[in-house]
């Protein structure tokens, strides 16, 4: 830790603990106070490099975090990222229409934002998931329960959805990964099937194009779909 300009410490992500002395408050009474604010256990220290998915079940959500809208974790590294923007969260809602009806026919279950677990200390979310079977109300659903996880790139999360999550999950078997970017009023989307070990593009559209694909099971629509009004 460091000294913050407050006199208290800073610790490793950059936030103030401020301390207090009884030297400085004779009464004692804002000590006490201070205490009861502000709990000497900072999960995000404390725990750094050690997350689990059960501690993540007694931890998570982290109170003072209020803008953070996704948890995941790479070997026991906890990764935060801010909530969706308006462009992505009604895209994602409108895939999913999109996807329900033609994956319940095939005998599959479309389903927004799930924890996606690797192994106890590694777990993504993925914005929509295609799971292959209902899976009853687990809250840790195993990769090879997973059809199809679907992410929307975003700024904070570009090189894990583009790089580090198709990786993963083309290394745990998952038969296909789906992505979509979208660039002002430009919607890209795309399909990529597990061949010998790592994911090869099938399907692609721009907005004003049709994207087609008849597995893991029948879809076509215009990407212009996903745009805000």
Not at 83 to 95: D, K, P, Q, T, V
Not at 131 to 147: S, Y
């Amino acid at each position: 830790m460091s000294k913050a300009e407050d006199g208290g410490e800073r610790d490793q992500r950059g936030w103030s603990r401020m301390r207090h002395t009884q030297g400085s408050n004779p009464t004692g009474r804002w000590n006490m106070a201070a205490e009861s604010i502000a709990p000497e256990f900072d999960p995000l220290v404390e725990l750094y490099g050690m997350w689990t998915t059960e501690l993540a079940e007694h931890y998570l959500p982290i109170p003072f975090a209020s803008l953070v809208g996704k948890y995941e974790c790479l070997d026991g590294y906890l990764i935060m990222s801010p909530r969706e923007g308006s462009r992505n969260s009604f895209a994602a809602s409108a895939l999913n229409r999109l996807l329900f009806d033609p994956a319940l026919e095939a005998g599959h279950l479309a389903y927004l934002t799930l924890n996606v677990e690797f192994e106890p200390r590694t777990w993504i979310e993925p914005d929509l998931v295609v799971l292959k079977e209902p899976v009853n109300g687990l809250t840790w659903v195993p990769a090879d329960k997973v059809l199809i996880p679907v992410e929307f790139v975003s700024t904070s999360s570009r090189r894990r959805d583009r790089i580090d999550k198709p990786k993963l999950c083309a290394e745990a078997g998952i038969p296909y990964f789906m992505r979509v970017e979208i660039d002002n009023r430009e919607v890209h989307v795309e399909l990529f099937q597990l061949d010998d070990g790592q994911y090869r593009l099938h399907a692609k559209a721009l907005t004003g194009q049709r994207f087609e694909t008849e597995v893991p099971f029948p879809i076509s629509f215009d990407p212009v779909v996903l745009l805000e009004p």
